[in-house]
């Protein structure tokens, strides 16, 4: 089992940076790998980036990159989501979600627990 908390989402204008957690707890955290979705109002969830178990492998999705960087500390049993130039089309809840697979991050069947997820709003 693992449990996850996210925070850092707030109401920032677009063109700012917003920094978002996910605190693991249960299963030991250096032996999954972790990642973030996003899902706004009437539309499915998708996905926006992940991180392998030790952090040296990332993955996002075309309308994030170069501007999101996803990362992790395992000591702090913590992954991170760095947004910035935000625009309001990210405006979104942001789940962090855990892999226990091996491939095929960008799926959202591959994803085993998630958190409650954390509102991020971009106002023009």
């Known amino acids: 089992q693992v449990q996850l908390v996210e925070s850092g989402g707030g109401l920032v204008q677009a063109g700012d940076s917003l920094r978002l957690s996910c605190a693991a707890s249960g299963r030991t955290f250096s032996t999954y790998a972790m990642g973030w979705f996003r899902q706004a109002p009437g539309k499915e969830r998708e996905f926006v980036a992940a991180?392998?178990?030790?952090?040296?492998?990332?993955y996002y999705a075309d309308s994030v990159k170069g501007r999101f960087t996803i990362s992790r500390d395992n000591a702090k049993n913590t992954a991170y989501l760095q947004m910035g130039r935000l625009k309001p089309e990210d405006t979104a809840v942001y789940y962090c979600g855990v892999s226990l697979g091996y491939s095929d991050f960008e799926s959202l069947n591959e994803y085993d627990y998630w958190g409650q997820g954390t509102q991020v709003t971009v106002s023009s």
């Open positions: 991180v392998s178990w030790n952090g040296k492998i990332t």
